[in-house]
C-alpha cells in the first residue's frame, strides 16, 4: 500500500489506539525519502523543457511544490483533533451594523490604502463555456469581469481615486484574460495581474508527476494548486513589493463570481481606523448559516488561534454535528481583507501554514492523479489579531451555477454600476432556494430553454427536472415543482402564474 493510500484511509476514519512500532517508523520514513528524492529528480527533468527565460520562476514554483509534496508524505492522521476544538468566544466575530461609516472626507484617504485582488483561475467549463469563466454574461450582456471593473471605475471616479484592480489568472485563463483587457483601455481602472503556480499532478499509484514536459502535448498533466497560492505568487509576481511601496496597506480577496464581493467601506474604516496594537492583519466575512450552507467552512478557535474549520477535515462520526446550523451557525465567505506587510512577512518567514487539500481526479486516460491544493482562508491562523465579521447575506451573492445564474438575471435584482442590489419590491431579504435538473447545467441549454428570464419577486424555492420549458413573462410565486419524467415534456405557457404549484406529466402547447 503507497503512502497515499495509508494517509487517505487515517484521514477518512480517523483511526485510533494503533502505535506504529519502530520498524513501522522507519519504514515509512525511508518510503517517504524514496519518494521526495525521486519527485526531486523527476522536477528537474521537467525544468530542463521550461519555455526560455521561465527556469527561474518555474524553479520558485517547483519549490512550493515540493515543500508541499514533502508535508503531505510527512503528515498523517487528522488534521484537527475534535476535542481540542473550541466554540469561538463572541469578541472573535465582530457584528457588521456595529462597524462606523467614514465620513465622507475620510474615504478618498481609506481607499488611497486599498488594493482589490479577484481570484480569476477557473475555468467556465462546469458551465458549458469554454475559457475563463469570468467571461460569461451575467446580465445586460456584462460578464463577471466587466461588472467588477465597473464597480472599481465607479469607485475611482466617485472619490477620486485609483483603487488598483489585481486579477490571479492560472495558466489555464492568463491568456483568454489578456485579450479580454484590451477592452478596458479607456476606462479608469489600473489593471494588474499575475499567475497563480503551475504544479504537475501526481499519479496516484507511483507518486510521480504526469507531465512529460511544458509542452501542449502534456497540458493535462497540469494544474492550478487552489488559492492558497495567492501568498506566495502575489509576493514573487513583485506586485506584492510594488503596492507597499505605493503606500498600500490592505487588500481585498475575493471570488470573481461571488457577486456581493463589492468593496465595503465600514470594514475598511474598521481596519485602517483601528489602533495600531488592536489592527487585525486578517479580516474574514462570515455571514449566518442555513440550510443551504451547511458544508459551508466555519470559523473554531483551536490551540489558542483563530482557524478555518472545512468540511473535508470533519472527522466522519462528527459531519452532523459540523452541519448544525445551531451549533455552528456562521460560514466563510471568502470575502478576506489582509495586510499586506504582513503577507509579506509570513512569506519571508515562511509561516504561512494552510491545511493540505488532496484533491482525487480520473484523466481523460483513465490515470488516477491526485492534486495537492490549499485555501486561502485557511492562513488565517498564521496572521495576528485576525477576526470575524458577520457580514449582511448580501455579500455573497456567488454565480456557481445555472440555479445561480437564473437568480442574478432575475427582477430580483437591479444593477448598479456593476453592483447587484435586491429589488425593494422584495417583500423579504433572502435569496430563493433554486434548484435546476441536469437538461439546464450547461449556459447554453439554460439560455434555450427560457423564452425570457421569470418574475422571481415572490418566489421561495424552485425544483425544476427534466425537458422543461419556459414561455415568455412567466410568473413564480411560493414554491413550485416542475417534474417532467424520461419521455415526457412540459412546455410552461406564455404568461402563466404558477404559485405553490406542482407540475408533473405531459404539458405542451402546440401551434397550429
Not at 27 to 53: H, I, V, Y
Not at 73 to 80: A, K, N, W, Y
Not at 179 to 202: E, G
Not at 246 to 273: E, P, W
Amino acid at each position: 500500500m503507497d503512502p497515499f493510500s495509508v494517509r487517505s484511509i487515517t484521514q477518512a476514519n480517523f483511526v485510533r489506539g494503533h502505535k506504529r512500532t519502530p520498524s513501522d517508523a522507519e519504514f515509512r520514513d525511508a518510503m517517504r525519502k524514496d519518494a521526495q528524492s525521486a519527485m526531486n529528480k523527476e522536477l528537474n527533468k521537467l525544468l530542463t523543457t521550461a519555455p526560455p527565460g521561465w527556469q527561474e520562476q518555474g524553479r520558485k514554483e517547483f519549490d512550493g511544490f515540493e515543500n508541499l509534496f514533502g508535508r503531505f508524505l510527512r503528515e498523517t492522521g487528522p488534521s484537527v483533533e475534535w476535542e481540542k476544538l473550541k466554540l469561538l468566544p463572541p469578541e472573535a466575530i465582530k457584528k457588521y451594523n456595529e462597524l462606523s461609516s467614514p465620513s465622507p472626507q475620510d474615504t478618498k484617504n481609506l481607499l488611497n490604502n486599498l488594493v482589490v485582488i479577484k481570484l480569476n483561475g477557473g475555468l467556465g467549463t462546469s458551465m458549458g463555456c469554454t475559457g475563463p469563466k469570468s467571461a460569461i454574461q451575467v446580465r445586460n450582456e456584462l460578464t463577471f469581469l466587466d461588472m467588477n471593473v465597473q464597480q472599481i471605475e465607479h469607485l475611482n471616479k466617485t472619490y477620486g481615486v485609483d483603487v488598483p484592480l489585481v486579477l490571479m489568472n492560472s495558466f489555464n485563463t492568463d491568456e483568454d484574460t489578456q485579450k479580454i483587457l484590451r477592452k478596458y483601455s479607456q476606462i479608469k481602472v489600473s489593471i494588474f495581474t499575475f499567475n497563480q503556480s503551475r504544479y504537475p499532478r501526481i499519479n496516484r499509484d507511483t507518486l510521480m508527476p504526469v507531465p512529460r514536459s511544458f509542452g501542449e502535448d502534456s497540458i493535462e498533466g497540469w494544474y492550478p494548486p487552489g488559492h492558497g497560492d495567492v501568498y506566495n505568487s502575489l509576493y514573487n509576481s513583485g506586485l506584492l513589493e510594488k503596492f507597499i511601496k505605493d503606500g498600500k496597506k490592505f487588500i481585498f480577496i475575493s471570488n470573481i463570481d461571488n457577486m456581493g464581493a463589492t468593496v465595503d467601506l465600514n470594514i475598511l474604516n474598521f481596519l485602517v481606523n483601528s489602533p495600531q496594537s488592536e489592527a487585525p492583519e486578517f479580516v474574514m466575512e462570515v455571514t449566518d448559516k442555513t440550510r443551504a450552507d451547511v458544508k459551508g467552512g466555519t470559523l473554531i478557535e483551536y490551540e489558542g488561534k483563530l482557524r478555518l474549520l472545512e468540511y473535508a477535515q470533519v472527522p466522519s462520526d462528527h459531519v452532523d454535528e459540523f452541519k448544525s446550523v445551531s451549533k455552528f451557525k456562521i460560514f466563510n465567505t471568502n470575502n478576506l481583507w489582509i495586510s499586506l506587510d504582513a503577507i509579506k512577512r509570513n512569506v519571508e518567514e515562511e509561516t504561512l501554514h494552510m491545511e493540505i487539500i488532496v484533491n482525487p481526479k480520473t484523466l481523460d486516460n483513465g490515470m488516477n492523479v491526485i492534486q495537492l491544493e490549499t485555501a486561502v482562508g485557511a492562513a488565517i491562523k498564521s496572521f495576528d489579531r485576525a477576526v470575524g465579521i458577520n457580514v449582511p447575506r448580501s455579500r455573497f451573492l456567488p454565480v456557481k451555477t445555472t440555479s445561480d445564474l437564473l437568480i442574478v438575471m432575475s427582477n430580483l435584482y437591479a444593477m448598479r454600476t456593476g453592483s447587484l442590489e435586491m429589488s425593494p419590491k422584495r417583500s423579504f431579504p433572502s435569496v430563493p432556494l433554486v434548484k435546476l435538473g441536469h437538461q439546464f447545467s450547461k449556459v447554453k441549454d439554460f439560455l434555450n430553454r427560457f423564452a425570457s428570464i421569470p418574475d422571481l419577486l415572490e418566489l421561495d424555492h424552485l425544483t425544476v427536472a427534466g425537458d422543461v420549458n419556459f414561455g415568455k413573462n412567466v410568473s413564480l410565486r411560493g414554491t413550485v415543482i416542475i417534474i417532467a419524467n424520461h419521455g415526457e415534456k412540459i412546455d410552461i405557457p406564455m404568461g402563466s402564474i404558477l404559485e405553490n404549484k406542482i407540475v408533473s406529466g405531459n404539458l405542451r402547447i402546440l401551434d397550429h
